[in-house]
């Protein structure tokens, strides 16, 4: 199958109301161009070096999400064009975003990572975390981020019945405090699902997927 019919297919199976990033990391900008014909405009990347060549080869209507962990002293590299950062798991790191873009005059809107997956690699805060640091004297004062969802990573496994579970608690969080609205929060974006579970996802309320393999085909 053609990257071009693999992403019809996978867009004839997503309800409007649910944004499709095309996550395209290590692959060829062709790959992405072939996307870009038919009309997607989303890219997500993990690697900061990576989506900022493909930022600079690329038609600059393209959204650019940042999808991978972020490290402090590479935010300066994305902060010029980056349109969401989704994984974004400490106060420090916000500072950092925060500074980054009043550099360049704007606002990077960026999810929080939610810890979800009961194996122990996974990146994020837990609920008490979260609202420590969506309370913080220090988040309130960010005046060039805007914090507008949730991102949640479930447990690499088959099991279906515990990809649920992973999945309907953070819908659970975000549906808590979603009401929680300051000048920099605005939940609006539950960032869940990949190739393999976001079906699933988005029958536990993800309003934004990732999907890679699906789209261009297996990576090395
Ligand atoms: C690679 C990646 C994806 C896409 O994974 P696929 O299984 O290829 O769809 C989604 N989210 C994150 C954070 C990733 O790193």
């Not at 690697?47 to 650019?64: A, L, N, R, V």
């Not at 991102?151 to 549906?175: C, S, V, Y």
Request: glycine share 6%; with cysteine; aromatic share 6%.
């Amino acid at each position: 199958m053609s990257i071009q019919s693999n992403l019809q297919h996978i867009k004839s199976t997503i309800p409007p109301h649910v944004t499709l990033v095309a996550v395209s990391k290590t692959k060829p900008v062709s790959d992405l161009m072939e996307a870009y014909d038919v009309g997607q405009r989303i890219f997500g990347e993990n690697k900061i070096q990576e989506m900022t060549e493909k930022y600079e080869s690329m038609p600059k209507d393209i959204q650019w999400h940042m999808i991978g962990h972020v490290q402090t002293n590479k935010v300066k590299y994305m902060a010029g064009y980056v349109n969401l950062i989704h994984g974004v798991d400490s106060l420090k790191l916000l500072a950092e975003i925060n500074k980054q873009a009043k550099k360049h005059n704007r606002t990077i809107n960026c999810l929080l990572q939610v810890y979800i997956a009961e194996e122990e690699s996974k990146f994020g805060l837990d609920e008490n975390e979260l609202l420590e640091l969506l309370g913080s004297a220090e988040f309130r004062l960010l005046e060039n981020i805007k914090v507008t969802g949730l991102m949640g990573m479930a447990t690499f496994t088959e099991d279906q019945t515990q990809i649920q579970k992973e999945f309907t608690h953070l819908k659970t969080i975000f549906d808590k405090h979603k009401t929680l609205k300051t000048e920099n929060c605005d939940l609006q974006i539950i960032s869940m699902g990949m190739s393999g579970d976001y079906q699933l996802a988005i029958e536990c309320g993800s309003t934004m997927v990732r999907i890679g393999s699906s789209i261009f085909g297996g990576r090395n």
